[in-house]
């Protein structure tokens, strides 16, 4: 009998692109960040170690991220023009392209969750504000409160912006969106992003995050990808959807997919990034801004950065 290699897992995370340089984090600031990201990583790569399966890996790993208040997601998410917080998240599961979102959530502690929860157990795709609240509360979800997700910092950036009244909302995303994609043992990838979307957002903006095909997909023919950037742009240039196309019908490689599609965003005025994995355990991502929060695990190690450069 011979042995059958068993396939490996690999999971990928992002904490939002931006501009992100050296001189803009003080040492405190980036060694919090790093150790952010190794949580999630950490959370992700226990279960798929264990041979469990991507879509919890991802859930998991989003969730410490949106609980960590240095990250725009949950806890720490970036307020509305208004002084609230509004959060967009996504899942999707790329064995049967089955997919949650929501958008404009206020009162549930984990939005990955109600995004899964909306996956799982609603006839439906995509829940909005009230109505993706009320769910989250018949499916008893742990709520919190507004005091869980304001913190000051986010509250000091709110200030900046209105103080600067040619400025719709902070397009430097410096401190960004959360984005987990995997694939486990079987093959199965998954991809979840979290996000409080962009700093004075007003009118009931909604960004790429929540938006399948935009920020978020996952599809086991191709890969599954999740965004972070300028979502406007994200939107436009549908561009986790297309990642996935590009590999599946052109046979292009995660990576030369994503660079493509982050160049067209680019070209479109567009600055950002995404991660993505594919079922055959190809590792990838590309970003435009000056750095992402990023990082990798499989079974020979895990690797977290900031920088461009690294
Ligand atoms: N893409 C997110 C949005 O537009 C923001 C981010 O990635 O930081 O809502």
């Not at 206020?106 to 993706?132: C, D, Q, W, Y």
């Not at 199965?188 to 009931?204: F, Q």
Request: proline fraction near 3%; charged fraction near 25%.
């Amino acid at each position: 009998m011979t042995d059958v290699p068993r396939p490996s897992w690999k999971l990928v995370i992002h904490g939002g692109s931006g501009v992100i340089l050296r001189e803009s984090l003080t040492a405190g600031q980036e060694r919090e960040m790093r150790a952010g990201l190794e949580a999630a990583l950490a959370a992700g790569a226990e279960i798929l170690a264990a041979g469990g399966d991507a879509l919890d890996a991802v859930e998991a790993s989003a969730r410490v991220l949106e609980d960590d208040p240095n990250f725009n997601a949950g806890r720490g998410s970036v307020f509305t023009y208004q002084g609230t917080n509004e959060m967009d998240a996504a899942v999707m599961d790329g064995r049967d392209r089955n997919a949650g979102a929501v958008t404009g959530a206020t009162a549930t502690k984990n939005p990955v969750s109600l995004a899964r929860a909306i996956m799982r157990n609603s006839p439906h795709v995509f829940l909005s504000r009230e109505g993706a609240d009320q769910f989250s509360r018949e499916e008893g979800l742990e709520q919190a409160g507004p005091e869980w997700f304001a913190t000051a910092e986010r509250r000091r950036q709110l200030e900046l912006m209105k103080a600067d009244e040619d400025h719709y909302f902070d397009e430097e995303l410096k401190y960004g969106t959360v984005g987990a994609v995997a694939v486990d043992v079987r093959g199965h990838v998954a991809a979840a992003t979290s996000t409080g979307g962009l700093t004075g957002k007003r009118w009931g903006r909604i960004g790429d995050s929540p938006l399948i095909g935009a920020g978020t997909y996952a599809d086991d023919r191709a890969a599954a990808v999740s965004a972070t950037g300028a979502g406007e742009y994200f939107i436009r240039a549908a561009v986790a959807h297309e990642i996935c196309a590009r590999i599946r019908l052109r046979g292009e490689s995660a990576k030369a997919a994503a660079d493509a599609v982050i160049a067209d965003v680019g070209d479109l005025g567009g600055t950002g990034g995404v991660i993505v994995v594919t079922p055959g355990g190809e590792a990838a991502w590309a970003f435009n801004s000056p750095g992402m929060y990023r990082g990798v695990a499989g079974p020979d190690g895990t690797k977290v950065a900031i920088y461009g450069d690294e």
